[in-house]
C-alpha cells in the first residue's frame, strides 16, 4: 500500500508550495484497483484461510482484521483539536501529526484517504483547527476546507457588532471600513438567504447584516476583498446554525416566534448575560417581557440604547450615566420601551447565545440582576423579588 504512494512534495515546483507528488501512484493504479479494494481482498482470503485451518482458528480473527482492515473511525468527530502541518512535510509527517492529536485513528486511514482524494494535493501547511476522531476522509475534507485552517487568522470575539467588526477586519487587511459598509448593504447579495428577514409579529424587516457575521477564528486570504471576507463569515453561521438545526427547533419549540426574531433574542442575551451559564435565562426573560405577561410587553434592556449610540457615532455608556431623554428617545428605532423586539439584532452571537434563545431553560423571570464578580445573574419573577436581588448586589459591592 505504501508502496503505492509518492509521499514526498513536488520539488521541480518550487512556486507551489505544499503540492504532493501523484505520479507514482497514477502510473501505478492498472495494476491495482485502489488500496481499501486490495485491503478488502486480503481479508476475504484470510476468513477463507482461517475457515480451512478450522473454527478453533477464529481466535486470532482481530490480530487479522488489523492486520488487514484499515483502523479508521467513522463520522466527522467531536470537540476540537489543533493540529500544526509544517512547512514541508509528506503525507506520512501529516498523518502522525493526526494521530498524535487523536483526530485520526491510523496513519494509513489518513495516507489512504489522501490517496482517494486528487485535491489533497492541496492540503497547505499551517495550523488547523480540526475535531478529535475523525475519519480519514473527513480529516482530509475538513483539511481542504480553509475555514479550517487558522494561521495569522483574526479572531471575531462574541457579541461584537457588525461595525466594531469592520474595525477589527480593516485593521488586519488594510482593507478601509468603508468598504465592509458598502459590502453589508446587500445582506443577501452575501449569501444570507431572504427567508432569515422574516417575522411573525408583523414588523416589517430591513435587511441588515448584523448577527449573521459569525464570531470565530478565521484566516482571511491573501487577496481577500472585504466583499468576500463577509461572505466567509455570513457562510460560516449558516454552517453553524444549520448544524444545530437552529431555524427548525425555533419554528417548532418556540411558538410561532421566527428565526430572525430568535436571533435578535440570542444578540439581546449575548449583550447582557454577564456569564455563559446564563445566556438562556436571560433570552426566557427577553421572551418573557416580549411575549408574555410583562406590563408593556417590552424589553426594557440598557444595552439597546447602547447599540443606538454607537449606530449614531455616539459614545456607549454605563446604565447609570444613561439620561432619562437617551432612555426614551422617542426617534430612536431601539427604544428600549419600544413594543415587542427592536428591529434587528443588535451585535453578532456565539453559538452559546443562539443555542439559548434556541433552547431556554423553562421559567417567568420578568427581571435579573448581576449578583456576583463572576457576572452571574440572579433572576426573579416579581419586581420585588428584584429589589431583594439588587440589594444582594449592592452589599456585594456590584451595583
Keep these: 500500500m505504501i508502496d503505492d504512494l509518492d509521499l514526498g512534495f513536488d520539488e521541480t515546483e518550487r512556486g507551489e508550495k505544499g503540492r504532493h507528488r501523484r505520479g507514482a501512484v497514477r502510473r501505478r493504479q492498472g495494476k491495482s484497483g485502489g488500496g481499501r479494494g486490495k485491503t478488502l481482498l486480503a481479508l476475504a482470503?484470510?476468513?477463507?484461510?482461517l475457515g480451512g485451518i478450522g473454527g478453533g482458528a477464529f481466535y486470532g480473527f482481530d490480530r487479522v482484521q488489523n492486520y488487514f482492515v484499515t483502523p479508521d473511525y467513522d463520522g466527522s468527530g467531536t470537540g476540537e483539536a489543533?493540529?500544526?502541518?509544517?512547512?514541508?512535510?509528506?503525507?506520512?509527517?501529516?498523518?502522525?501529526?493526526?494521530?498524535?492529536?487523536?483526530?485520526?485513528k491510523s496513519t494509513k486511514a489518513f495516507i489512504e484517504a489522501a490517496e482517494e482524494n486528487s485535491r489533497s494535493k492541496n492540503i497547505q501547511p499551517g495550523t488547523y483547527k480540526l475535531r478529535k476522531q475523525m475519519s480519514g476522509d473527513a480529516a482530509v475534507a475538513a483539511m481542504l476546507d480553509?475555514?479550517?485552517?487558522?494561521?495569522?487568522?483574526?479572531?471575531?470575539?462574541?457579541?461584537?457588532?457588525a461595525k466594531n467588526v469592520y474595525k477589527l477586519l480593516s485593521e488586519k487587511t488594510d482593507i478601509p471600513?468603508?468598504?465592509?459598509?458598502?459590502?453589508?448593504?446587500?445582506?443577501?447579495?452575501l449569501g444570507v438567504p431572504d427567508w432569515w428577514f422574516k417575522r411573525s409579529d408583523g414588523k416589517k424587516v430591513k435587511p441588515s447584516i448584523e448577527g449573521f457575521?459569525?464570531?470565530?477564528?478565521y484566516e482571511i486570504p491573501p487577496k481577500a476583498t472585504a466583499e468576500s471576507v463577509l461572505k466567509l463569515m455570513v457562510d460560516n453561521f449558516l454552517t453553524v446554525t444549520a448544524g444545530m438545526q437552529f431555524a427548525?427547533?425555533?419554528?417548532?419549540?418556540?411558538?410561532?416566534?421566527?428565526?430572525?426574531?430568535?436571533l435578535i433574542v440570542a444578540s439581546l442575551a449575548q449583550a447582557e448575560a454577564g456569564n455563559k451559564d446564563d445566556l438562556g435565562k436571560v433570552a426566557r426573560v427577553a421572551y418573557n417581557r416580549v411575549y408574555g405577561e410583562f406590563d408593556c410587553n417590552c424589553l426594557e434592556m440598557d444595552v439597546t440604547v447602547n447599540y443606538y449610540l454607537e449606530l449614531t457615532g455616539q459614545k456607549t455608556k454605563a446604565s447609570k450615566d444613561m439620561t432619562p431623554a437617551e432612555l426614551d428617545n422617542p426617534k430612536n428605532p431601539y427604544n428600549r420601551k419600544l413594543r415587542g423586539l427592536v428591529p434587528t439584532p443588535i451585535n453578532n452571537p456565539g453559538k452559546q447565545a443562539l443555542e439559548g434563545a434556541m433552547d431556554p431553560p423553562p421559567g417567568k423571570w420578568l427581571f435579573f440582576v448581576a449578583i456576583d464578580k463572576e457576572g452571574h445573574s440572579a433572576f426573579a419573577e416579581t419586581y420585588e423579588e428584584q429589589k431583594r436581588n439588587e440589594q444582594k448586589a449592592k452589599e456585594a459591592g456590584i451595583i
Design 45 to 49: 482470503l484470510a476468513l477463507i484461510l
Design 213 to 217: 457575521l459569525f464570531p470565530d477564528t
Design 248 to 262: 427548525d427547533r425555533v419554528q417548532k419549540e418556540r411558538g410561532g416566534v421566527s428565526p430572525y426574531e430568535a
Design 82 to 104: 489543533i493540529v500544526e502541518i509544517k512547512q514541508g512535510a509528506l503525507l506520512a509527517d501529516m498523518a502522525d501529526a493526526l494521530v498524535a492529536a487523536d483526530v485520526v
Design 146 to 161: 480553509l475555514k479550517n485552517k487558522v494561521v495569522n487568522g483574526l479572531t471575531i470575539p462574541e457579541g461584537r457588532t
Design 177 to 189: 471600513v468603508k468598504d465592509f459598509e458598502a459590502a453589508a448593504k446587500d445582506p443577501e447579495a
